[in-house]
């Protein structure tokens, strides 16, 4: 396969609101921080969407391997006191 | 000159340069170097039109013979369109785009800072709007240009013989007439003698990022006051204007 000669690849966060999470928007390529963050603006925020934008190289991303998800994941399962929702709130209770 | 006939006219060369600067960047559309830079330069196209569409409208009204801002784009010919030179040249490859876009964006930024002061409010109101989305347009064709300037040798070659080609339109960008002085003298217009020094800074301070030769100042061809262009302008007037001469009035 051809070499990809587009630049590195970037993941870009955009905050919709101040105050809230930045949240996974998608990526894209550029050579340098800067350039990245021009082209997350111009390809993810053009309708007005962000009030904030992050970018940071794709490989800086490290990644859980879908192979380790049993060992992961599975576990949570069979714990329903570890949800809010496994509690009952005693009547007349006002606060927890 | 009475303030009708010279605000008509500003507003003229603010949306002409607008709508042809606009309209040579939708040529990029599906032809960038890359997906992202391909988005990038649609959406600065598409600012550009956003402009032309607000200054042609008011000029429109400014003219008062009933017409619409879509009436001046397609129904004006060559010799009644008062853009910037620089707006009509060619694209040519990407280093001759981004010099182009650099150095009109650092004249258009300047001149709407300056223009955000004007005592006619729908004016300043319109510069002001309009200097967020050239800021922007400024620092995406500079930060290209540094890297096109500072990259490759062959970059390098490249960018240094756009500038080198282009310099000779830039003269055309400073050019002033009685209209100017109509409204300089009344608060309205902009004095560009004084974003003369403004311009050459940001230009010079980019060129230097971007390791390039700042050109000579020699023959400077101007012609955008008297509404005189290159051969340039006729082509790209027959294709933004061919689908309104041939069905006047057409409609989505």
């Known amino acids: 396969m051809e070499k990809d000669t587009q630049g590195d690849i970037w993941e870009v966060f955009i905050q919709n609101k101040t105050g809230m999470p930045h949240k996974h928007a998608g990526s894209v390529h550029a050579t340098d921080k800067e350039m990245a963050l021009q082209n997350a603006r111009d390809t993810y925020t053009r309708r007005g969407e962000g009030t904030s934008i992050w970018v940071v190289k794709s490989d800086f991303i490290v990644a859980s391997n879908p192979d380790d998800s049993d060992s992961f994941f599975d ?7 570890r949800q809010a929702s496994h509690y009952h709130v005693p009547k007349g209770a006002k606060q927890i | 000159m009475e303030l009708r006939e010279a605000l008509f006219n500003y507003l003229l060369r603010i949306g002409d340069s607008s709508l042809i600067g606009g309209q040579r960047l939708a040529e990029w559309v599906s032809n960038g170097p890359t997906l992202e830079e391909d988005i990038a330069l649609t959406n600065i196209g598409l600012d550009l039109i956003g402009q032309a569409r607000a200054a042609l409208s008011y000029a429109a009204e400014i003219e008062g013979k009933g017409k619409t801002e879509d009436d001046l784009a397609y129904f004006r010919s060559e010799r009644e369109y008062y853009n910037t030179l620089l707006s009509e040249l060619p694209n040519g490859n990407f280093a001759d785009s981004m ?3 650099f150095l009109n964006s650092a004249f258009f930024y300047h001149f709407y800072k300056a223009l955000g002061t004007s005592k006619d409010q729908k004016l300043s109101a319109f510069a ?13 064709s500079g930060e290209w240009v540094i890297r096109l300037g500072d990259g490759t040798p062959e970059s390098k070659k490249k960018i240094q013989h756009s500038f080198d080609e282009i310099w000779m339109f830039t003269g055309d960008l400073f050019e002033m007439n009685e209209v100017d002085e109509s409204l300089i003298e009344m608060g309205i217009g902009v004095d560009l003698n004084d974003l003369r020094s403004d311009w050459n800074r940001t230009v010079d301070e980019v060129l230097s990022r971007a390791t390039l030769q700042r050109p000579k100042d020699g023959f400077m061809q101007t012609g955008r006051l008297n509404a005189q262009h290159t051969e340039y302008l006729g082509h790209i007037l027959s294709e933004l204007q061919y689908l309104q001469r041939a069905y006047p009035g057409l409609k989505w």
């Open chain 1, 75 to 81: 576990p949570a399962n069979d714990k329903l006191y």
């Open chain 2, 128 to 140: 002001l709007k309009s200097l967020k989305e050239v800021t922007y347009h400024l620092r995406h």
């Open chain 2, 99 to 101: 010099s182009k876009l």
